[in-house]
């Protein structure tokens, strides 16, 4: 019996990738695009970058209007006017604990409340659902307000602040409809393993939401540090004022001549009364400035991919 041995076949060499070549009209959109967009980035840093400017220049470039992106005589007077005073650190601190407390309070409250009505099995579903957005178009006023937190004896203290602002309806309507669009097939299968409702949320669903979360903590966050009127309404005590009060009372010129001048002559009053408002933009922005690029990288799209196998 003959056998023949099979006769050994060249190996192909695995072929190159050959590249797409973009359309003329594609490459034409990119281009126009990135124009766009740098035209958009560059307007909206303008201002930012002028009021920077105005808070370092000097008295007489300012009046006369010729700052524009580089400060005109270098001047650090009213930073070290604001700055000097103690009330200034006192207001601040108390601004970083409303801002702290009221966000913990306003997401608890927040995420809770919308994965209870992202559940269509929930009795009174839309009951609730029309409560809250009935609030988004009426309220009591700014009278029957002012009673509800004097009554409820809640003047001159955090409550005042953080509780009345603890839940944004639109906040709230965002997170519903991101919980409503999370596969049901997640929590079915935790179920199954032995969770609960609560241990559901805590270590399923929250886990899966950090984009809507960071964002509604920035939302919430910007909301509490920017407060003003509240603390203006509700609290009559100068140590307990939030930063933005301070600051408004500079502008406004309510606070003691002594208290803003620092010991500073005339000419030091001049230069704090010309750029008080670019110093307090500032001042009063650059936190929040510091904090966007913590968050920045939970604003993605995308975070569902790979949850659930096909």
């Known amino acids: 019996m003959v056998t023949t041995t099979p006769s050994a076949r060249p190996t192909a060499k695995p072929s190159r990738p050959v590249g797409i070549k973009d359309s003329l009209s594609y490459r034409t959109f990119r281009a126009v695009n990135t124009v766009v967009l740098i035209l958009v980035m560059l307007v909206t840093l303008y201002p930012f970058v002028n009021v920077i400017a105005q808070s370092f220049s000097a008295e007489g470039y300012i009046i006369s209007g010729q700052v524009n992106l580089i400060p ?17 650190w006192t207001n601040y601190k108390n601004t970083v604990i409303y801002t702290v407390v009221g966000t913990a309070i306003a997401m608890v409250l927040t995420t809770t409340f919308a994965y209870a009505l992202s559940k269509k099995r929930l009795k009174g579903r839309t009951v609730f659902i029309g409560i809250a957005v009935f609030t988004m178009f009426f309220n009591g006023g700014l009278i029957p307000n002012y009673i509800l937190i004097n009554t409820l004896g809640m003047t001159n203290s955090i409550w005042a602040i953080v509780l009345p602002n603890a839940i944004s309806i639109f906040n ?30 805590g270590r399923i669903v929250l886990p899966l939401s950090k984009a809507v979360i960071a964002t509604m903590i920035l939302f919430y966050a910007v909301g509490f540090w920017n407060s003003w009127f509240q603390a203006f ?9 939030p930063v933005t009060v301070y600051l408004r009372n ?25 750029n008080i408002q ?23 799209s995308g975070v569902m991919l790979g949850s659930v196998k096909g």
């Open 72 to 88: 005109r005589g270098f001047n650090i007077e009213t930073y070290k006017v604001v700055m000097a005073d103690s009330m200034f």
């Open 172 to 201: 709230l309507l965002v997170m519903k409809a991101f919980f409503e669009n999370l596969p049901e097939e997640l929590e079915e299968a935790a179920s199954v393993d032995g969770l609960t409702t609560y241990g559901i949320f």
């Open 233 to 241: 309404l509700y609290m009559d005590r100068a140590e307990l004022y």
């Open 250 to 274: 500079l502008i406004a010129g309510a606070t003691n001549a002594a208290s803003v001048s620092g010991g500073a002559g005339a000419d030091g009053l001049a230069q704090v009364a010309s």
């Open 278 to 300: 670019a110093v307090t933009i500032v001042l009063t922005v650059l936190p929040i400035v510091c904090l966007y690029p913590f968050l920045q990288k939970y604003f993605v």
